[in-house]
């Protein structure tokens, strides 16, 4: 059974960090992209960053460009997003997915085949 386990979340002050991680099982991890998405109550779910199967593509939302970066471990069958200087807009669930593709990545929710159940991210004072 396919499964993706996000973990990392919590609560920070503008201007943190925080080091989210996607825990990938039941599936051939090697042949998917990954992407993180983040959904706020009452907006749609919007891509964060991607990063293809072997790492060389990756994509990243104007809005956290600069400041969010995405890794992936296949060793380990886990994916990073590393997101530093953190701002309240940021809160969000955030969701990472999994879809197959042999080349490069794509931020289009309805691509992604495999979701995790999330994790909250809030930043405040």
């Known amino acids: 059974q396919p499964q993706l386990v996000e973990s990392g979340g919590g609560l920070v002050q503008p201007g943190g960090s925080l080091r989210l991680s996607c825990a990938a099982s039941?599936?051939?991890?090697?042949?998917?992209?990954i992407g993180w998405f983040r959904q706020v109550p009452g907006k749609e779910r919007d891509g964060v960053s991607c990063?293809?199967?072997?790492?060389?593509?990756?994509s990243v939302a104007d809005s956290v460009k600069g400041r969010f970066t995405i890794s992936r471990d296949n060793a380990k069958g886990t994916v990073y997003l590393q997101m530093n200087n953190l701002q309240p807009e940021d809160t969000a669930v955030y969701y990472c997915?999994?879809?197959?593709?042999?080349?490069?990545?794509?931020?289009?929710?309805?691509?992604?085949?495999?979701w995790g159940q999330g994790t909250q991210v809030t930043v405040s004072t």
């Open positions: 990063i293809s199967k072997n790492s060389g593509i990756t």
């Open positions: 997915a999994a879809y197959f593709r042999t080349y490069g990545c794509i931020l289009v929710v309805s691509q992604y085949e495999y």
């Open positions: 039941g599936f051939t991890w090697n042949y998917y992209a």
